[in-house]
């Protein structure tokens, strides 16, 4: 419960911390400290595909996620998986642009491709179980928080790219939540070691607040995850 504790309020000051670099920094300074015989911590990154739910016309969008995450062992082979997504986005591209009431824009604009980026923190708690110290799957809770949105309106015009970034974050619910899941293997069949794996996130919340529209997401997120701070004691535990 105390180790639960601690690693709450490590995650919310990492969380305020003023930019992922800055949290990223922090966490390779106090890795060694923060892993123990309980806990393994590290950084996670990789690519997020993501999805808009209930909006038909869009296509998927790549992005890149990158955090830190604990392993807090429970039993044997259980654990519950946390942490932070401190670089994480989520939205959608290929939709039809809209009209912002400026004559010049909405002509230059009216045949273009839209994109919505959502910035988010996102914090899973999911439990988490291997077998034979390498395979391993896991599934529960995923709550985020909203930063930023835009949309991104782009076009070619006389053979020129052209790219106009609209402020939304109005339009779009400060939190968000759903389901994260998904499957992983570890590079070594020990306690603590780098793994790979790929996790799927259903959101559950409408994000929009725009009447009479429903607004999901969703992504398929790749990534690696890279213990710190472990040096000889990898090998020990």
């Known amino acids: 419960m105390k180790n639960a504790l601690k690693i709450s309020l490590l995650s919310l000051f990492l969380l305020l911390s003023f930019t992922p670099k800055a949290q990223v ?23 997020n595909r993501s999805f808009l739910n209930d909006i038909s016309n869009s296509e998927g969008k790549n992005y890149f996620n990158l955090g ?20 994480s ?37 999911m439990f988490h179980q291997r077998f034979n110290n390498r395979w391993y799957i896991e599934l ?3 709550a985020g928080l909203r ?38 293997y570890k590079t070594k069949r020990i306690l603590k070691s780098m793994a790979v794996g790929v996790n799927y996130y259903y959101g ?3 994000v929009s607040k725009t009447p009479d529209v429903t607004m999901k997401n969703s992504s398929l997120n790749f990534y690696l995850k890279l213990p710190i701070g472990l040096g000889a004691k990898t090998e020990n535990n």
């Open 89 to 125: 986005n989520v939205g959608a591209t290929g939709m039809p642009v809209y009209a912002i009431g400026n004559a010049e824009f909405d002509t230059i604009y009216k045949d273009g491709t839209l994109t919505k980026k959502i910035s988010c923190f996102y914090v899973p708690v």
């Open 140 to 142: 529960g809770p995923q």
């Open 25 to 47: 920094l922090i966490s390779l300074l106090f890795g060694e400290k923060l892993n123990t015989p309980k806990i393994e911590f590290g950084m996670i990154g990789g690519l």
């Open 204 to 206: 559950l919340v409408n």
């Open 68 to 87: 830190f995450y604990f392993h807090i062992n429970m039993k044997n082979n259980s654990f519950i998986s946390t942490g932070v997504l401190v670089k």
């Open 147 to 184: 930063t930023q949105a835009l949309d991104i309106f782009e076009t070619t015009l006389d053979g020129d790219d052209l790219a106009y970034k609209r402020d939304v974050k109005d339009e779009y619910t400060r939190l968000d939540f759903g389901i994260n899941g998904g499957v992983g």
